[in-house]
């Protein structure tokens, strides 16, 4: 069984987010009963600023730039880092709304820490055709239209 635990979250989004991520657990648990990553136990979730979100961006992957999500895979623990400032700003460039930005980045970060992957440099018109984008939309779905 998967649960998140959060660090540094805003007030103003910590009933939004917690309530999101608890239909979100028993969804990825559904999902992940028979995979290998049925042994993940915890997921934590840190929101940074952009200086600190840069930094590991470049420390773990080379890039020397903010990024709005990074995952890492750590034996029994999953850790997201979120940079709310990236998210914003993503939202605003998509016309998404900023809520839903926020979940599909926790998603998207959790199927990384799940072992999907996708290419490197995304185009708009391959995007819906990417398994992992498929599985990210999914999961938003059901979880946005299920109730506690």
Do not use: W
């Amino acid at each position: 069984m998967i649960s998140f635990s959060t660090y540094n979250i805003p007030d103003e989004l910590s009933s939004i987010i917690k309530d999101f991520l608890s239909k979100l657990e028993k969804n990825l648990n559904i999902e992940l009963l028979s995979t290998q990553f049925s042994q993940l136990q915890t997921i934590e979730i840190n929101f940074l600023t952009q200086s600190e979100i840069q930094k590991l961006n470049l420390q773990y992957r080379n890039i020397n730039k903010p990024t709005d999500v990074l995952s890492f895979n750590l034996t029994n623990i999953g850790e997201l880092d979120l940079s709310l400032d990236i998210i914003h700003e993503n939202a605003l460039s998509l016309s998404e709304d900023f809520h839903q930005e926020i979940f599909r980045c926790i998603i998207h970060g959790c199927l990384h820490i799940f072992g999907y992957d996708h290419v490197e440099k995304l185009i708009p018109e391959t995007l819906s055709q990417e398994e992992m984008f498929i599985i990210q939309e999914k999961i938003l779905t059901n979880v946005s239209s299920s109730s506690l």
